[in-house]
């Protein structure tokens, strides 16, 4: 959308553009070739988020879903036994990449509410038998985007983190919405990543930065994801434009998350129409609705359009709204006049 575009599109919180003093820091940013390690502004950032993390080393890369199956790769060998839940990003949206790229085994678990505990992982962990798969990564997601933004309880997580290296088991953490969290929960950042091996953060997500991740850990892990970064064609050369926008991004756009979690529950209590539900806590800056009947997301989706807000299906009888850097509390005002409206689902 431009920004003369009347719509109000919360379809996620990637949708924003960068600022004009986003472009500035970007317009301005010192370069070098970063395949050879020369770009101080990637290297910054690196370092950067590496200690906000509290991790040896990062690595900046193209997305998170590249960020993500390098931490997969780095830390399992082809037949490995990878354990996530079953509405996870590493499984659902990231086109088959487990399989394909690192040759591993998905045991995805289905819970009520995104949330997994170390019972449910234990179960489901492979004996060691030459006929199963070896149990070797657990992967979380905190926040949680198909439970609707979820905050992991940080004691369980710092629970999953003892028992599975207990087990001889490595950690990752999908943290693309980790900011989040951080902001929502008052825990540091590396609080949060503290009982993971490796975490990646998004930095297009929430934080209006154009494209970005990095993926932290320990030095070692992080060397071996950079020579699989570049089999992946991920290595860039003067990438510190885009670096730089990051950079920005952490020292003016993190604190001002808040803003976007109070206007997700501002859509959530202003909901009033009969046949339309949030049944999740809105933790933070997502909010899923249900249709009742569950029959109506594609009429509400287009109903809304109709009214200049842009959503997303997110299932059968769901719709996602996103508030972001781009929402205020008007464009909050005119979603809900949108969905309230709605004429609903007959049967």
Not at 14 to 22: E, K, L
Not at 204 to 209: P, R, T
Not at 292 to 316: C, K, N, R
Request: charged fraction near 20%.
């Amino acid at each position: 959308m431009s920004s003369s575009d009347p719509r109000v599109d919360m379809r996620s919180d990637t949708v924003t553009r960068p600022s004009a003093a986003m472009r500035e820091a970007m317009l301005t940013a010192a370069v070098g070739d970063d395949v050879f390690g020369d770009d101080p502004t990637v290297n910054h950032l690196q370092e950067e988020v590496a200690a906000r993390l509290g991790k040896e080393a990062a690595l900046y890369v193209p997305s998170g879903t590249m960020s993500n199956q390098l931490a997969l790769k780095a830390q399992t060998v082809p037949g490995d036994q990878v354990v996530l839940e079953d509405g996870a990003h590493i499984y659902r949206y990231e086109g088959g990449a487990p399989g394909v790229l690192s040759g591993v085994q998905l045991t995805c678990i289905v819970t009520p509410d995104g949330l997994l505990d170390w019972p449910r992982i234990a179960a489901v962990l492979n004996p060691d038998n030459v006929h199963c798969a070896p149990p070797a990564l657990v992967c979380l997601e905190n926040t949680h985007n198909r439970a609707g933004g979820r905050i992991l309880p940080q004691a369980e997580v710092v629970r999953i983190g003892e028992q599975a290296h207990e087990q001889g088991l490595l950690m990752h953490l999908d943290g693309a919405r980790l900011w989040h969290a951080h902001v929502a929960s008052g825990l540091s950042l590396a609080e949060l990543a503290a009982p993971c091996d490796s975490v990646s953060v998004c930095f297009s997500k929430g934080l209006g930065a154009p494209v970005g991740s990095v993926l932290v850990g320990s030095r070692a892990m992080i060397a071996r994801a950079c020579r699989f970064r570049k089999m992946l064609g991920g290595g860039m050369r003067q990438v510190g434009i885009l670096a730089a926008a990051c950079l920005y991004a952490l020292d003016h756009n993190l604190a001002r998350l808040r803003e976007d979690h109070v206007h997700a529950r501002l859509l959530a209590e202003g909901l009033s129409h009969a046949q339309l539900a949030v049944n999740h806590p809105v933790d933070t800056n997502i909010v899923i609705i249900d249709t009742i009947p569950a029959s109506g997301d594609t009429s509400l989706l287009a109903h809304l359009e109709s009214q200049g807000i842009l959503a997303v299906g997110f299932g059968p009888g769901r719709v996602r709204l996103v508030p972001n850097l781009d929402t205020d509390r008007a464009a909050v005002n005119r979603a809900l006049s949108a969905l309230n409206s709605w004429p609903g689902v007959t049967n």
